[in-house]
């Protein structure tokens, strides 16, 4: 019994030790060091995003407009706000659905997800 404690101890202590290495560098500095628009590369899957976001986003979250307090003008806003996006244009949603005109097709919301598990970054 007294064994199975210690051995609960040491796991549970593992286990904190390991999330200390998963910090997601993004979620504590969303929009600094990791999106580095100017001088980074944009990666594939990003791109696909960006294209999806300049054809369906308009008029509402891009040229200025921050409808809802969202604008998406700036590569590092579509980064920033990744599960936004993801939570409000990918089925099953869990935010208000967009674009308000109609869901995107099936093919782009693959497009984002691909990106969100690619690690939802800049350069993925
Ligand atoms: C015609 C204007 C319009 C377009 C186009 C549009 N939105 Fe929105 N968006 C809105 C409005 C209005 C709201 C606020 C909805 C509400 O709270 O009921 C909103 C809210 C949002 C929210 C917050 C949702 C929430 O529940 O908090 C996100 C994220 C968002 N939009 C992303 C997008 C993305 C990404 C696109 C393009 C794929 C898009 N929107 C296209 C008008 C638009």
């Known amino acids: 019994m007294k064994r199975l404690f210690f051995t609960a101890i040491i796991i549970f202590s593992l286990f904190a030790i390991n999330s200390c290495y998963h910090d997601k560098e993004e979620l504590i500095y969303p929009n600094s060091s990791s999106c580095k628009a100017a001088t980074d590369a944009m990666g594939p899957t990003f791109t696909n995003v960006r294209n999806i976001i300049n054809s369906k986003c308009g008029g509402c979250?891009?040229?200025?407009?921050?409808?809802?307090?969202?604008?998406?003008?700036?590569?590092?806003?579509?980064?920033?706000?990744?599960?936004?996006?993801?939570?409000?244009?990918?089925?099953?949603?869990?935010?208000?659905?967009?674009?308000?005109?109609?869901?995107?097709?099936?093919n782009e919301q693959a497009q984002i997800t691909a990106w969100v598990n690619a690690g939802h970054r800049y350069t993925d």
Do not use: R
């Not at 998406?72 to 244009?89: A, H, L, M, Q, R």
């Open 61 to 106: 979250h891009l040229g200025g407009g921050s409808t809802a307090g969202y604008n998406f003008d700036n590569d590092c806003s579509i980064v920033t706000y990744w599960s936004e996006i993801k939570g409000s244009c990918v089925q099953p949603y869990t935010l208000q659905q967009m674009p308000t005109s109609g869901p995107l097709s099936t």
